[in-house]
């Protein structure tokens, strides 16, 4: 198993043998004695001579590139690098909207990614992401639920969430929106 890893990353490595014919340490022995350095070179060369699928190509090569560097970042570090120059103002938002779900069960997942923050309960019911240097969206998973000037509906995050909320400052997390996020995380049981 590998440190700081979501679960779905790690079932996609788990099935890797099975789904690819090779483990992940046989797939980071061919990029290496390929010499290749640039991610989409390895995505060519894994998808175009191997037939993997583009998930598990795409899985191979940032975890190779990872260990490369010395390991994966940790979560602290993929958080920081968020909030960092032009959206460091933006810290205490993303607190806020991660103190609203606090008081949820114990069985909330907080998975820090590159550029935005999932929340997850059995399945993904949110996403913290700050979109701009202004403002944090919280992407929310609230399918069947009509859109309000404020829930704004349609494709949201690549299809993963059904509506946003856009939030400029802490006092925007406020009572309306921890119940979207209440009810977000009881759909995601």
């Not at 679960?7 to 789904?19: C, F, G, L, S, V």
């Not at 483990?23 to 070179?41: M, P, R, V």
């Not at 509906?153 to 009572?175: N, Q, R, W, Y």
Request: aromatic letters at 6%.
């Amino acid at each position: 198993m590998i440190p700081n890893i979501d679960p779905q990353a790690q079932t996609m490595i788990d099935n890797k043998p099975e789904k690819t014919g090779k483990s992940l340490a046989e797939w980071f022995n061919l990029l290496s004695a390929s010499g290749l350095e640039k991610h989409g070179e390895m995505m060519n060369l894994l998808k175009g001579e191997y037939g993997v699928t583009h998930g598990f190509a795409n899985t191979i090569a940032i975890r190779y590139r990872q260990q490369a560097a010395g390991g994966p970042p940790t979560e602290a570090d993929l958080v920081a690098g968020q909030y960092s120059s032009a959206k460091a103002g933006l810290k205490p938002v993303y607190e806020a909207a991660l103190a609203a779900v606090n008081g949820f069960e114990p069985d909330v997942e907080v998975a820090p990614k590159k550029s935005y923050v999932g929340l997850r309960r059995k399945t993904q019911f949110a996403i913290v992401q700050p979109s701009t240097k202004t403002r944090v969206d919280q992407d929310l998973n609230l399918k069947g639920v009509d859109s309000t000037e404020r829930l704004l509906g349609g494709v949201v995050f690549s299809g993963m969430c059904s509506h946003k909320v856009v939030i400029t400052t802490p006092l925007e997390v406020d009572a309306k929106l921890k119940a979207w996020l209440r009810q977000a995380y009881g759909l995601a049981a």
